[in-house]
């Protein structure tokens, strides 16, 4: 009762938080989607940072380290590090700026003028929200796997089914209606605030967990010396698994953060920025952030495996973090560091959530049926019923047997990296013609389809696809085959087809850019 006390609190306070910055909405569709572009550099940073570390990297990230070893966190966190903000650098940057110049919302809003064509959001419109779907379920399943795991044996009358602790299935439909609810009222402005408030708090309490776990599995009197306990108790096997993970797997995985330069919701963010000035805090602390989340993880999963640790053989990977948390803190502090947890988890969705409202107001409904058709107030109203339509979709696909979320989140975000040609060129390549983009889109999603099902969708999480080259065998993550079949479909069809005219080219390659 004290862990779920607890998390009942800072879900109050995160909804009140909502509430409130709902009071400084000023009643107009660019406030509710775009905070009326007056984010600065801190807000802007912590709502980057809390919208890309999802329940990926602390729950996800800490069981694939249980399953892989150590190896998991040269796998992504350092070259995300680099990748992401690279990606803000020369992507965030140029589209806010365009953004701003034209006055666009969302993506699709860009490629349009950019391509000269119409109809190109009837085809990125379902890619964009069908890749979104795994990552919202990556947290709602998430969440709901870590309440049940700290409250498990707490209700043995109540929940008898689900091991005495609170159903999965309950514990994400309440985190589903508490974001809800702060985006529905809050728009932007209140995500902002609310990623904000997350971000500090899974930081200073991942630190927390970190420090508590360490010390409690190691029995000592300092920090260091029961990490160094700890870490002697791993077998080798255990800690490198250097047989599991080949070189050019290793390679491969650096494509996947590529992912961040197309993801719809990280747009909506960019734009909302008060200047060009504001992305400097966020290229500079993002890669210091992804280390003080990450590496804390990667070894809590890791140590996991040892005989101190207790953990059952049989459990799922993704209730690794919640176990140790229930099993090594106490009720008070183990409420706390769940609602850390908590707070990664739904630092992601309320971006998303958002973000897919957006889309579905302004790429479908208002641009087919006409803009004059809808008032200021009915443009919000259109991104809120579709909001509340998206929730009810992921609630009801996380009720069936997920797999690993570390697995799901690679696939999710291969499939947006599979993207990333058609955003470069489109940024920095005059040569881009619609049918390119529109040859790059459908291969990306038909190549992407027939993969995740040849993977028995995620379950198999050693699905590699292996090239012969000089008479070795080299196995590659699929990401590597998606961007490039991407890329070369982009470029050959553009380079067979007419060119955009020349009205549009000044527009987006001025001479003074």
Not at 171 to 185: D, E, K, M, P, R
Request: positive net charge.
């Amino acid at each position: 009762m004290i862990q779920l006390t607890v998390i009942a609190i800072y879900l109050a306070l995160l909804l009140s938080l909502g509430l409130f910055s709902s009071r400084l909405f000023r009643g107009t569709s660019k406030d509710y989607l775009l905070a009326s572009h007056t984010i600065g550099p801190f807000l802007l940073l912590m709502s980057l940072f809390g919208t890309t570390m999802t329940a990926f990297a602390l729950v996800g990230s800490t069981g694939e380290a249980y399953k892989e070893g150590v190896g998991v966190y040269g796998l992504l966190a350092s070259s995300s590090g680099i990748i992401h903000s690279l990606c803000f650098f020369v992507v965030g940057v140029r589209l806010w700026r365009l953004g701003h110049r034209y006055g666009y919302t969302t993506q699709t809003e860009f490629f349009r003028d950019r391509l000269e064509s119409r109809n190109l959001g009837l085809v990125l419109f379902p890619v964009l929200v069908g890749l979104v779907i795994p990552y919202l379920l990556i947290g709602v399943i998430s969440a709901g796997a870590v309440i049940n795991g700290v409250t498990k044996h707490s209700f043995p009358e109540l929940f008898a089914a689900s091991d005495g602790g609170v159903p999965s299935w309950l514990a994400s439909l309440v985190i589903c209606i508490v974001v809800l609810i702060y985006v529905f009222f809050g728009g932007m402005r209140g995500t902002a605030w609310a990623n904000t408030f997350q971000t500090i708090v899974f930081m200073v309490l991942g630190v927390v967990t970190f420090v508590v776990i360490a010390n409690r599995l190691g029995g000592g009197d300092s920090l260091y010396e029961n990490m160094v306990r700890v870490s002697k108790a791993v077998k080798t096997d255990k800690l490198i698994r250097g047989d599991h993970i080949p070189p050019s797997i290793f390679l491969t995985y650096m494509f996947v953060p590529l992912s961040v330069a197309m993801f719809p919701h990280l747009f909506q963010h960019w734009l909302t920025a008060r200047s060009a000035e504001s992305f400097k805090l966020p290229v500079v602390a993002h890669p210091i952030f992804i280390m003080v989340v990450w590496a804390p993880c990667v070894l809590i999963g890791v140590w996991a495996t040892t005989d101190l640790a207790g953990v059952p053989p049989t459990l799922h990977p993704n209730k690794v973090l919640a176990f140790l948390v229930r099993a090594k803190a106490g009720n008070l502090l183990g409420g706390l560091l769940t609602a850390g947890i908590l707070a990664a988890i739904m630092s992601s969705l309320d971006s998303q959530f958002l973000c897919l409202g957006t889309i579905f107001s302004r790429d479908i409904v208002i641009h087919y049926m006409g803009g004059d058709r809808f008032s200021d107030k009915g443009r919000i109203w259109l991104a809120r019923g579709f909001i509340i339509a998206i929730v009810a979709i992921t609630y009801l696909f996380s009720l069936f047997k997920p797999a690993r979320v570390f697995q799901m989140g690679i696939w999710c975000f291969s499939g947006y990296a599979a993207l990333f040609p058609l955003v470069i060129a489109a940024l920095y390549w005059k040569r881009l013609t619609k049918w390119g983009a529109y040859a790059s889109v459908l291969s990306t999603i038909g190549i992407w389809l027939f993969l995740f099902w040849k993977s028995d969708f995620a379950r198999n999480p050693k699905f590699w696809l292996t090239y012969s080259l000089f008479g070795k065998e080299y196995p590659t993550m699929p990401v590597a085959t998606m961007i490039a079949v991407s890329a070369v479909t982009l470029v050959v069809v553009s380079l067979l087809t007419r060119p955009p005219s020349r009205e549009t080219l000044d527009r987006f390659f001025p001479p003074s850019s």
